[in-house]
């Protein structure tokens, strides 16, 4: 025999069925807002735009934050309204206008960060 308690026995366990019943009810949209806003944050904190400035700042995670947004935005463009898209692409311009700013070297129009995208950005 296991010594090994079953998570429904554990109070701190999550209550998995429950998750699961929470996320069946949200709607895709709102799910893809929510993973796109957590980028955009992550992003801004790696490219040093938070209180803490430079404390945090590495452009190459940056980079990889900002090319993810972009590649999502990008997918679901046509699953989203402009209501949620517009801003959120707002959102990823700045970010990518902020990359070019921060980088000792910018990158060449068209190939920074989520350009693949969104075409060239000029700063």
């Given at each position: 025999?296991?010594?090994?308690?079953?998570?429904?026995?554990?109070?701190?366990?999550?209550?998995?069925?429950?998750?699961?019943?929470?996320?069946?009810?949200?709607?895709a949209v709102e799910v893809?807002?929510?993973?796109?806003?957590?980028?955009?944050?992550?992003?801004?904190?790696k490219l040093g735009l938070?209180?803490?400035?430079?404390?945090?700042?590495?452009?190459?995670?940056?980079?990889k934050l900002i090319h993810?947004?972009?590649?999502?935005?990008?997918?679901?463009?046509?699953?989203?309204?402009?209501?949620?898209?517009?801003?959120?692409?707002?959102?990823?311009?700045?970010?990518?206008?902020?990359?070019?700013?921060?980088?000792?070297?910018?990158?060449?129009?068209?190939?920074?960060?989520?350009?693949?995208?969104?075409?060239?950005?000029?700063?």
């Amino acid at each position: 025999m296991s010594d090994a308690t079953p998570a429904t026995d554990n109070p701190g366990a999550p209550d998995f069925e429950a998750l699961t019943r929470d996320i069946a009810e949200v709607p895709a949209v709102e799910v893809i807002v929510t993973v796109a806003v957590n980028l955009m944050s992550a992003a801004a904190v790696k490219l040093g735009l938070t209180e803490e400035g430079d404390a945090h700042k590495d452009l190459d995670e940056a980079r990889k934050l900002i090319h993810a947004l972009a590649g999502l935005l990008d997918g679901s463009a046509t699953e989203i309204s402009s209501f949620h898209a517009a801003p959120l692409k707002d959102g990823l311009k700045s970010l990518q206008l902020a990359f070019r700013e921060a980088s000792v070297v910018p990158d060449e129009p068209g190939k920074g960060p989520g350009e693949k995208y969104t075409g060239p950005v000029y700063g």
